[in-house]
């Protein structure tokens, strides 16, 4: 009998959520009740720690590392704070006292954002657009056949000009996962071929807060929607997610791998936070 073998830890690229309660809007801490506090957590299911600092309380996720200094790092998720292995929770918090009114006001900012953001929806019928390789495509119906024409970005499908929504959305969804496993695959051996190493197995996902991850054993996961940016940002994920065969960590050293086989890399990083899954058509 085959015994399983242990899970493997993965190291992942993740994205921005951006609709986790991390903090009180606008700021304001609620009353206190006999009840049992609610235990907020991070994405990957850290607890989060809670400041009272006034009137208002503040949710930050803490992470402890070998650097020098207290850092501050705000965005869809809120809070976090990187603070070395040495420092004391009253030291953290005197901190984020002193910083009170930058952080609060950096939170609002994200929550407005997030509240005036309007999600991209797509309506499935004859002549409905969606990002393919950063480029729009439309749906054409009543083709013979299943067919994409690049010249006039038409994907053109078997379906009749009356088919229901949830069909058309499933067969563009069935193409488009069937490029990203196509296309994914052709950039994997390319990066690995530039870097030396050899991935075990790949496969899609639909990660809700990662692009990708890489476990110790070889193997990687990269989320299909990826398939909607363009191919550099595709490369992006994918030299990062092969660097991690080298490094399994976020470390300089890791960092300066990705760079060795994708010298961009800043500029697709900044493209990725700046466009986290819910900014995607909802499909």
């Known amino acids: 009998m085959q015994k399983s073998s242990p899970p493997q830890p993965a190291a992942a690229l993740d994205s921005r959520q951006l609709d986790l309660p991390l903090f009180n809007e606008p700021g304001i801490a609620p009353p206190s009740a006999p009840q049992k506090p609610t235990v907020l957590r991070a994405p990957d299911g850290t607890k989060l720690r809670s400041l009272t600092l006034g009137a208002q309380t503040l949710h930050y996720l803490l992470k402890r590392s070998a650097r020098r200094s207290i850092g501050f790092a705000i965005d869809g998720t809120g809070l976090t704070i990187t603070a070395p292995r ?20 950096k939170l609002t900012e994200w929550q407005t954002r997030v509240e005036q953001r309007a999600l991209p929806r797509i309506d499935w019928k004859e002549g409905a657009e969606l990002p393919y390789l950063g480029q729009p495509v439309r749906v054409a119906l009543g083709a013979p056949n299943l067919a994409f024409d690049a010249q006039s970005a038409t994907l053109g499908l078997p379906l009749s000009p009356h088919a229901e929504q949830q069909q058309i959305k499933d067969r563009v969804q069935g193409w488009l996962q069937g490029e990203a496993k196509r296309i994914f695959g052709e950039r994997l051996d390319v990066y690995a071929q530039k870097l030396g190493v050899d991935y075990r197995a790949y496969a899609l996902s639909s990660a809700a807060t990662r692009w990708g991850s890489c476990s110790s054993d070889g193997k990687i996961r990269l989320n299909w929607r990826l398939i909607h ?13 092969l660097a991690h065969l080298r490094e399994m960590n976020h470390s300089p050293r890791f960092w300066q ?27």
């Open 86 to 105: 040495w420092v004391t929770i009253a030291d953290i918090e005197t901190a984020i006292a002193e910083k009170q009114r930058w952080i609060f006001a």
């Open 257 to 283: 791998t990705v760079e060795s086989i994708f010298p961009e890399f800043r500029e697709a990083r900044q493209t990725l936070k700046h466009h986290p899954p819910e900014l995607l058509p909802t499909l």
């Open 229 to 241: 940016f363009p191919l550099s940002i595709i490369d992006y994920v994918v030299a990062h997610e």
